[in-house]
C-alpha cells in the first residue's frame, strides 16, 4: 500500500467518526457560513501579486517533524505582511500534525487573505466543514478520487462560495477531470505514492497539457527564487511553497526575504 492509500484509508475510517459528533447542520450554523469567501484566482492574477502560496506545516510522514509547537497565527500573519498572495493550512492531524483549530485561528489571524484547506478531501461532509472552519479554497487530489467524486465535490464547493484547487501529478489525471467546476490546477512536483521527487520536473512537463484558460501552479519542491522564474516562463502563475519558510526561525521573514529577491530577478 502506498503512502497515499494509507493516508486515505486513515481519512475513511475518521470521517465515520467526525460525522457522528457534528452534523452537517451543525457545521453549516458556523458564522463562517455567513461570510463571502476570497478568491485564490483573483489573488494570483491581480497586477503585483507575488504569486506566493505559503503553506502552515507542522510535518510530514516524509520527514517528521518540520516545526512542532508552531503558532499558526504569529506564522501565518507573518506571511500575510511578508506579501503571500494565498496561505495554504494542513487540517490533516494524523500524518501532518494540523487541525481544525489551525486553520480556524489563520482565519481569524488574517481576515483579507486567501485560505486553502490543505487536506485529503473525498467526502461532501469535508467541504461543509472547511466551509464552516473558515477556508475559502478546498484541495482535490486527481490521484485518489474517480471523475465522478471530482465533480461532486467540486460543484458542492462552488454551492458553498468556495474555490476548488485540483491537483494533478500527469496528463491522464488531467484528462480524466472535469473542470466545470474548478477555478485553478496546480502541478505537484513530489509524487504522492512516496513522496519522493525533489524537481519542478512534473510541472515544466504538464505546463502544455493544462488548458489555456485555467489558472495553473506548482506545489512544492521549490526553494529558489530562481526556480520560480523558471516556472513564470511555463506559464505557471502561482507557487505553493511550505518547507522552505517553515524550516526557518522566522517563516514570515524568511518569505519576505523570498519575494524581495523573486522581485530583484523580475
Known amino acids: 500500500m502506498t503512502i497515499l492509500e494509507t493516508i486515505i484509508e486513515h481519512k475513511k475510517a475518521e470521517l465515520v467518526e467526525e460525522k457522528k459528533q457534528v452534523s452537517v447542520i451543525d457545521l453549516m450554523r458556523s458564522e463562517h457560513f455567513r461570510r463571502d469567501g476570497l478568491s485564490l484566482k483573483a489573488s494570483l492574477t491581480k497586477e503585483g501579486s507575488s504569486g506566493i502560496i505559503a503553506e502552515f506545516k507542522r510535518k510530514s510522514p516524509s520527514k517528521g517533524f518540520i516545526k512542532e509547537g508552531a503558532d499558526v497565527s504569529e506564522i501565518t500573519s507573518g506571511y500575510t505582511t511578508a506579501g503571500a498572495a494565498c496561505m495554504s493550512v494542513l487540517t490533516d492531524n494524523h500524518f501532518f500534525g494540523g487541525s481544525k483549530a489551525d486553520l480556524l485561528a489563520a482565519r481569524a489571524a488574517n481576515p483579507k487573505t486567501p485560505i486553502l484547506r490543505k487536506d485529503f478531501m473525498v467526502d461532501t461532509y469535508q467541504v461543509y466543514q472547511a466551509k464552516a472552519w473558515g477556508a475559502d479554497i478546498i484541495l482535490l487530489i486527481a490521484a485518489c478520487l474517480n471523475s465522478e467524486e471530482l465533480q461532486t465535490l467540486s460543484a458542492k464547493a462552488h454551492e458553498l462560495g468556495l474555490e476548488v484547487l485540483l491537483e494533478v501529478h500527469n496528463e491522464a489525471e488531467i484528462l480524466k477531470s472535469p ?85 530583484a530577478l523580475a
Open 179 to 263: 473542470l466545470e467546476h474548478i477555478d485553478v490546477i496546480g502541478v505537484n512536483n513530489r509524487n504522492l505514492k512516496n513522496f519522493s521527487e525533489s524537481n519542478i520536473n512534473a510541472s515544466l512537463a504538464l505546463a502544455d497539457k493544462i488548458p489555456v484558460d485555467m489558472v495553473k501552479i506548482s506545489e512544492s519542491c521549490i526553494s529558489e527564487p530562481s526556480t520560480i522564474s523558471i516556472l513564470k516562463k511555463s506559464g505557471y502563475q502561482g507557487f505553493l511553497i511550505g518547507e522552505t519558510f517553515m524550516k526557518a526561525e522566522s517563516p514570515g521573514n524568511a518569505l519576505k526575504t523570498f519575494i524581495g529577491t523573486l522581485n
